[in-house]
C-alpha cells in the first residue's frame, strides 16, 4: 500500500502496534523507503516499549511512603 507522508502521519497514532508492524514489514518487503521505514519503526517501538512496561508493572503494588499516607 502506497501512502503519503501526509497520509501517513494522520493515521499513525490511530494504529495499533501489530498493525504497524505490518505495516512496516511491508515496507521493507516494498518500497524500502528510509524516512517511512524510520517512522514506522519510531512509532513501533513507542507501543511497544508501553505495552512491555504495562507487562512489566502489571501486580505489582508500590510501597507506601509516610510522608504521602
Same mark, same amino acid.
Given at each position: 500500500m502506497t501512502?503519503?507522508?501526509?497520509?501517513?502521519n494522520s493515521i499513525?497514532?490511530?494504529l495499533n502496534e501489530e498493525t504497524i508492524l505490518?505495516?512496516?514489514?511491508?515496507e521493507r518487503a516494498g518500497e524500502r523507503r528510509a524516512t517511512v521505514?524510520?517512522?514506522l519503526?519510531?512509532?513501533? +517501538?513507542i507501543l511497544r516499549a508501553a505495552r512491555e512496561r504495562?507487562?512489566?508493572l502489571e501486580g505489582? +503494588?508500590?510501597p507506601k511512603v509516610a510522608?504521602?499516607?
Open positions: 501512502m503519503s507522508w501526509r497520509e501517513l499513525l497514532a490511530d505490518n505495516m512496516l514489514n511491508e521505514l524510520v517512522r519503526h519510531q512509532r513501533y +517501538t504495562s507487562e512489566l505489582i +503494588t508500590f510522608a504521602l499516607v
